[in-house]
Structure formats: structure tokens, C-alpha cells
């Protein structure tokens, strides 16, 4: 057990919606990242935050967003869910805010239909 | 464009042979590199990382990985598998981020499918 939580842990939707992803990260980490894992595009960073700030940005969509709250948790916002959009979604964290050891939550398997 | 190599899709291995799953990397300066093992429906769990000092470097589960700059390579090696270290691995190097000053991210391989045959 990584000590980073993630819910849900499946989430089904319809095309056109939107859907929030939580993460609650390890004791004492500072840092927030969200990943997408997909069979064709493989683990994508798509951003991070430390202590409620943006940090850094990887090929994250314009409809998707993020935020990283006084409490440490993070959530990834998606709208606008389009198919392809069906992945597994990682959150991870770390002490500080540059990157080198990272835990990863469980995951939350996106389907969208 | 800054990246990591995993060549091997798949790694076919028997029990209490030697394995290595290969890695190599493109990267600009010195390199911090990683790996990462997935177990089915897990998430990723760090296994060792090289910053600087040894090339060789010792991590998690017995696992071990052979820095070589000259061959822009990290391969990640173990004496003797086990049937449970079947699993997906992660090879991934820190880069710097395009989005802001002294920022950083890990660009991941697309990860090697370890089988260890009983």
C-alpha cells in the first residue's frame, strides 16, 4: 500500500459528461500528479501541483483540469468526455516539488460510452 | 526530444534464471532514471532510481540496475526471477518540463511485459 488514495475506483459515464477523480495523497507529500494510462498513448503525465499550486504541465486536454486543495487532496476534472478519453487515471505524490521518487495511488478506470 | 526506450515488448524468462529488461535513454545533461513495476489493477511501485554515485544500483525486491552513460543505458537486472515478479516494467527519466522554469516531469517508457515460466 502506497498510502496515496484514490476514488472511485470505476467510474462509468456517457459521452458529453463530466466526471471529478479524487486523490488523497501520502502523509507529509507536498506534490500531486495525475497520469493517464491507455493501451495506444501508454503513461502520460499530464500535471502536477505543489501546496496548491501548479507546478508543472504535461499534454493535458483543455477540458480536463485540475486543482489541489488546502488539505493537500487533488481533484482531475474531465468534461466533456469523449471515447477515447476511457483510460486508467493515476494520481501519485512526492515530498517536494521536483519530481524524483513518486507513489501511485490505485488508479481510477475511466469507460466512457 | 528528451525520452526513454523500453526495445521489448515482452520478456520470457524461466524461474531462477537471470532476467534483464532493457532501457535506454535520450536525454540532455545527467540523466535521473527510474524504475517502475505495475502488478495487474495496481498502480505503479518505484523500484530503484539512479541520480549519481554507483552505476550500479540496488532497489526493491532484489532488483538491481546497470547505469551506463556511454551506452546511454539503464537496464534493470535480477540474479534469480520468481514467478512473481511477473509483471509490467516501467523505465521513466526525469526531464525538464516545457511548462515552467525548474520544473520537472517523468517521461515513461511504454513498459515490458516480464513473464517468469515456472
Known amino acids: 500500500d502506497s498510502g496515496v488514495t484514490q476514488t472511485p475506483k470505476h467510474l462509468i459515464t456517457a459521452t458529453g459528461q463530466r466526471v471529478t477523480l479524487r486523490c488523497s495523497p501520502r502523509?507529509?507529500?507536498?506534490?500531486v500528479y495525475w497520469y493517464q494510462q491507455s493501451l495506444d498513448q501508454g503513461l502520460q503525465f499530464l500535471i502536477q501541483?505543489?501546496?496548491?499550486?501548479?507546478?508543472a504541465k504535461g499534454n493535458i486536454l483543455e477540458r480536463f483540469s485540475a486543482q489541489q486543495f488546502p488539505d493537500l487532496h487533488s481533484e482531475l476534472n474531465l468534461s466533456s468526455l469523449e471515447l477515447g478519453d476511457s483510460a486508467l487515471y493515476f494520481c501519485?505524490?512526492?515530498?517536494?516539488?521536483?519530481?524524483?521518487?513518486?507513489?501511485f495511488g490505485p488508479g481510477t478506470r475511466l469507460t466512457v460510452l | 526530444a528528451q525520452s526513454v526506450a523500453q526495445p521489448e515488448d515482452q520478456v520470457n524468462v524461466a524461474e531462477g534464471n537471470p532476467l534483464t529488461v532493457k532501457c535506454t535513454y535520450s536525454?540532455?545533461?545527467?540523466?535521473?532514471l527510474f524504475w517502475y513495476v505495475q502488478y495487474p489493477n495496481r498502480g505503479l511501485q518505484f523500484l530503484l532510481k539512479?541520480?549519481?554515485?554507483?552505476?550500479l544500483v540496488k532497489g526493491s525486491y532484489g532488483f538491481e540496475a546497470e547505469f551506463n552513460k556511454s551506452q546511454t543505458s539503464f537496464h534493470l537486472k535480477k540474479p534469480s526471477a520468481l514467478v512473481s515478479d511477473s509483471a509490467l516494467y516501467f523505465c521513466?527519466?526525469?526531464?525538464?518540463?516545457?511548462?515552467?522554469?525548474?520544473?520537472?516531469?517523468?517521461?515513461f517508457g511504454k513498459g515490458t511485459k516480464l513473464s517468469v515460466i515456472p
Open positions: 539512479y541520480i549519481t554515485g554507483d552505476n
Open positions: 536525454v540532455s545533461g545527467n540523466p535521473y
Open positions: 501519485a505524490s512526492s515530498r517536494g516539488a521536483l519530481t524524483n521518487e513518486q507513489f
Open positions: 501541483y505543489y501546496n496548491g499550486e501548479e507546478r
Open positions: 502523509s507529509g507529500d507536498l506534490s
Open positions: 521513466a527519466v526525469r526531464v525538464l518540463s516545457e511548462s515552467g522554469a525548474g520544473s520537472y516531469q517523468l517521461t
